[in-house]
């Protein structure tokens, strides 16, 4: 929560979790959109939208490679909330009825060389090889930051590489 006034709510809290992805045989591409619980999302955003009780989020842990349940209050009365993930302006995989339940939506276009670069250091950090992280980057980021970028038409405001130092 950042001093009452906003919370922010990764849609990351959505991922499935490793055991249900090995099941459907996904493990090898997580990340990419029918790897998350979207018709979760979903509810959760149209629950936030009506305002009416505390909402309890998800978020997902890195260094557990899961979802922690419960881990976001946002109370009704807080007068911001900030959506944060790449799948916020999708049309498809579920997806689509986000962008009706949100007041504004703005995409955030860093340079793909900085973003891929980053994207290589997060995997390596935690826990992949340089090798592994370059080809799951190379592989399943690139196909995921296609599908992003073509939602960025749908946006209110698009920045160009006006993210600067962002950490994935």
Known sequence: MLHSRAVVVPMDGFHLAPSELARLGRADRKGAPDTFDA????????????????????????????????????????????????????DSYGFAPV??????????APDDDRRRERLVARHVAFGKTPEQAVAWVARSDEANAALVAAGAGRADVVLHDAVGDWTP
């Open 39 to 90: 018709p979760g999302f979903v509810a959760l955003v149209a629950r936030l939208r009506a305002g009416e009780q505390t909402v309890w989020a998800p978020e997902y842990h890195r260094e557990l490679h899961h979802a922690v349940a419960g881990a976001v209050p946002v109370p009704p009365q807080v007068p911001l909330v900030v959506l944060e993930g790449n799948y916020l302006l999708l």
């Open 99 to 108: 962008a009706g339940l949100l007041d504004e939506t703005w995409y955030l």
